[in-house]
């Protein structure tokens, strides 16, 4: 059975830092790209950051590049996103997605307050 499990949002002020997790099982973790969403009420999901399976690849929306970073731990079967210099504008559910599959985890809200 596939899960993942997002954990670590919570509220915080602007300026801060926050890192999400997402643990991974029931698939090969490392052979899949593995991606971060974010969602607010009564707008549709946005890709956040993406890291290829190897981890020799990333991508990020252009509203979070410079200040959030994608990694993912093979071992661990987890993939991060850690997020520094919060703005209110990300306040949002987290959602982490195996590339090209269906899979998602159930989110973590993350709210900046300014």
């Known amino acids: 059975q596939v899960q993942l499990v997002e954990s670590g949002g919570g509220l915080v002020q602007a300026g801060d830092s926050l890192r999400l997790s997402c643990a991974a099982s029931?698939?090969?973790?490392?052979?899949?790209?593995m991606s971060w969403y974010r969602q607010i009420p009564g707008k549709e999901r946005e890709l956040v950051a993406v890291m290829s399976s190897n981890g020799g690849y990333t991508n990020y929306a252009d509203s979070v590049k410079g200040r959030f970073t994608i990694s993912r731990d093979k071992a661990k079967r987890t993939v991060y996103l850690q997020m520094n210099s919060l703005k209110p504008e990300d306040t949002a559910v987290y959602y982490c997605?195996?590339?090209?599959?269906?899979?998602w985890g159930q989110g973590t809200q993350v709210t900046v307050s300014s």
């Open positions: 029931g698939f090969t973790f490392s052979a899949y790209a």
């Open positions: 997605k195996a590339v090209g599959t269906g899979y």
